[in-house]
């Protein structure tokens, strides 16, 4: 079946790093692709998405690129804040379902 | 305000004894799914709805069931609740299933 992997967390970075969050996929067809993040105490919130490969989704300086050759949505920020700590998802949708990776802890440090 | 409203936000109860888990949404929406948080895991589909009267299960249906009679509503119903059921759930909608979902805040449940 589909499945979604994501690099174990939690990550810890310093105010201003660099962040990557690896994503990899296991799917029959050709699925979309979402990150979501989860801030303390709420609901996830949708941060982008990509519906094709090739596609970029971007959001609030973070960038996802549809991989097909290597089925991989990898996040990417080019200087975190301290506001940015949450967890985040990576979600794949191939027909009327939806499956979620385990998550991954982001700490910002200031 | 759009927004997705669980009830309630914090529920234990003792095994067997039947609870709900009420969902609803402001936003016209036809795309509701209930998920289970748990450590670990992430987020696992319990069941979805496509329409009103249209329910279909997810990766994770045993010991749930839900319905559709409104739009609107999607509560969640636990017939005979058991400890390994103890976690957070989330309900979201969507317009449809290619749409952002929006999330409830969580209902954390704990079964002893």
């Known amino acids: 079946g589909n499945s979604v992997t994501q690099m174990e967390g939690p990550v810890t970075l310093s105010e201003e790093a660099f962040l990557t969050i690896n994503c990899t996929y296991t799917a029959t067809g050709y699925p979309s692709l979402f990150w979501y993040v989860q801030y303390p105490g709420e609901g996830l919130q949708l941060l982008l998405k990509?519906?094709?490969?090739?596609d970029k989704g971007s959001n609030k300086g973070f960038e996802a690129t549809y991989r097909k050759e290597t089925t991989s949505f990898h996040l990417e920020k080019g200087s975190v804040q301290v506001s940015d700590s949450a967890v985040y998802f990576c979600?794949?949708?191939?027909?009327?379902?939806?499956?979620f990776g385990a998550g991954t802890i982001l700490r910002v440090k200031s | 305000e759009a927004q997705v409203t669980q009830n309630p936000r914090y529920l234990i109860t003792v095994t067997g004894k039947k609870l709900t888990v009420t969902c609803s949404q402001n936003m016209n929406h036809e795309y509701m799914s209930w998920y289970r948080q748990d450590p670990g895991l992430g987020l696992r589909q319990i069941y979805y709805s496509m329409n009103v009267e249209v329910t279909d299960k997810g990766d994770v249906p045993e010991g749930y069931k839900v319905s559709r009679k409104e739009k609107r509503n999607f509560p969640l119903i636990l017939e005979s609740p058991s400890p390994n059921q103890t976690s957070l759930y989330f309900c979201a909608s969507s317009f449809g299933v290619d749409s952002p979902l929006h999330f409830g805040n969580g209902t954390r449940l704990t079964v002893t």
């Open positions: 979600v794949l949708k191939e027909g009327n379902k939806l499956v």
């Open positions: 990509a519906t094709k490969a090739d």
